[in-house]
């Protein structure tokens, strides 16, 4: 009974081994086989991996260009507008919630420690002030808070408001304008209040100075940011270098057009016209060129001319024109034209104002009215390095010249002085990004004379200056 | 006298025909747009490159040619993804160009067809200049490119449907071999696999991604914020636990920070370019990841 079974357990075993050498190659082929299909799997797998990536990253990708309202929304919108299906990757629709529309917001927060030999609010000797003039206090004192808004308001416009807070509790409104941006041909119309095209600084907004302070003909003449409430065509020509026009209307809103008495005219009493030129010099420079001209007309009720030597204490009047023509120039250079780690710029700027018109000395007492033909000037050069990452180092050089102030009768109540104006600036600024400036500058002014003794106050002047950007990134000007 | 009206004349026709089929001008934010636009335009396209590979895209100014030249393109490639974002806007505003503002087929920003990396998910300055819309420099990611290839194609048949076929063809004859030297960088970078290398700011995650490598470190302490001694001395720390194998920095960038962890931690450091034209060898779009992943055979081979 045993062997029969044996042997049959035997041949079973013999059976099974008998074809050895042929199931090894079989083995191995299935070996192969699953090596293959796994292989052709993580191919695949790995495909549809990088598949799901891609997936998943574009629908981020949608998600976010809903959650922006200035790319995605607007080329939506616009799309739509022209009737088009938007374009996001794979053709998803795009979602949008209210917050998505919100304006970019930018808040600019400064502030300056100031110390100065004689009273800062001492104006510019022999120069009608301007009425916009900065000059940081004594001691420690807030600047003005600036809080710019800004959004496409649809295609065709897009819309901007710079508040300024003041340290006084108030609120201004520097800017407020719209702007085109579907003209075409190289045109751009812009409405509301803005700064003027009037010289170059005159648009930079204070948080972008390379100094404290602006330059003494900017002071003396414009002020801050000369800005009027009207509109401005300007336009690119079609070349490969810049060559643009622009043109101003405005009521006059600010001195020099409306001094201290409020307009109350119809029509344009202000006009600015422009031009710049600019390009590059090679990789590594840039520079613009440009002229201004400004004229107005004062109100006919004329504009106030308050204590013009800021000796006699008498209120005074002008009637008539005034004109300030303007050229500036600029030029900045970087090595290989990467301002990353060294940058330098230069600018210099010059204006002649002249007032043609009448001239009321001591308006509420002697009223005596003469004709006044003045030409006066002012000019300063100022250069800016950057030596190393975040460091910026300065100078600046201001001039103003009297120029000839003709007062005919009047001369005999009113001696302009014979003085030009001047100061020295030198500044080191520390930008730990682009968000953050911390400035020392020192000025050695000699801008004023002492109203007595008529000699001129040699002034030492400190500041010690920060500035903060928070909030959305802003494009700035050259 | 009457030949020389002729002559005129044809002289006259010549120059308006010469314009009528004069090439449309496109404005490119950097060079790796410029290369691709040649890629798929060819003689259609004129093409301007706002920068250089030896400039930091992020601080470039709105400077007064690029207006000029903005003024006249009928196109704009940029990256988008807030990589242009201190100056195209400045240019666009300034240009009076209708053609390429935000929303018209003029203005690509090829970012928002293209899947990103890093995509922050908590954004706040304290982090640095980080980019809420993720890494925007996507001309190392293979993919990124082939994606913004065909973008590109789209826009140029919409802005010149007359030149249709020809960026057809020439976008399918790039997408062969596109996706054949792909195929080569795979192979020619599969000993980099793995290898870890630290660099300056994140110019090249797309291409390290591509290729397999680790990153274990920046020498910017955070996005845009240039290196500071300790925290190199903090990357030479690290060196310990999580060793990186290669330093690398781009074209633009100074190469003082990645010679000195160099120095410290005793691996190569190298220059990659940062585009097109960031090294003698980079002269197109081909040749700049073959250029870069020579380069960084050759150092991680040393």
Redesign the interface.
Known sequence: MRHPFMAAALAAAWAATGPAAAQTAELDQIRKDIQELRNSYESRIKALEDKL??A???A??AQ??AA?A???A??A???AARGEAP???GGMTQQSSKSAFNPAISLILNGTWGRFGDDPSTRITGFAPSGGEVIPGRGGSLGESELFLSA?ID?YF?GALLAALTPENTVEVEEAFF?T????????AKGGRFFSGVGYFNQVHPHAWDFADPSLVQNAFLGRNYGDDGAQL???????????FGVELGKGREFPGAGEVERNRNGAESQVFFA?????IG?SS???VGASHLRQRTATDGSAFLDYDDITGTSNLFQGRQRIDGLNFVY?WSP??????RNFKFVTEWFQRRYDGDFTFDTTGVAATDAMNAKQSGWYAQAIYQFM??WRVGGRYDRLSHGNVGLNTNAANLTPPDFDPTRYSVMLDWNP???SRIRLQYNRDRSRQDLASGETITDNQLFLQYIFS?GA?G???? | MKSRIKLLLAALSLLIAGTAHAAIEVFACSPEWGALTGEIAGNRAAVFVATTALQDIHRIQARPSLIARARTAALVVCTGADLEVGWMSMVQSQSGNDRIQLGKPGFLEVANFVPRIDIAGSVDRALGDVHPLGNPHIQFGPRQIQLAAEELTRRLVRIDPAGEGEYRARLADFTSRWSAATQRWLQLGAPLKGVTVIQHHKNFSYLFDFLGMRQVGSLEPKPGVEPTSAHLSELAEQQKIEPARLIVRASYQSPSASDWLAQRIKVPAIMLPATVGGSEGAKDLFSLYDDCIRRLLAAASG
């Open positions: 990536k891609d998943e990253a574009a981020r990708t976010e260009a922006r200035e790319t995605s607007t080329e919108q616009s799309a374009t996001a990757p496409n295609p897009r702007e941006l579907a003209l075409g041909q190289g045109f751009t300007r336009w690119v020509a079609p070349l490969p270098v810049l060559v643009q710049n030129v600019g390009g590059d990789v840039a520079y613009q900045k290989d034209g990467n301002p990353k780690y990452p975040y990004s682009e968000y928070l990134h494009a700035h000007r050259f």
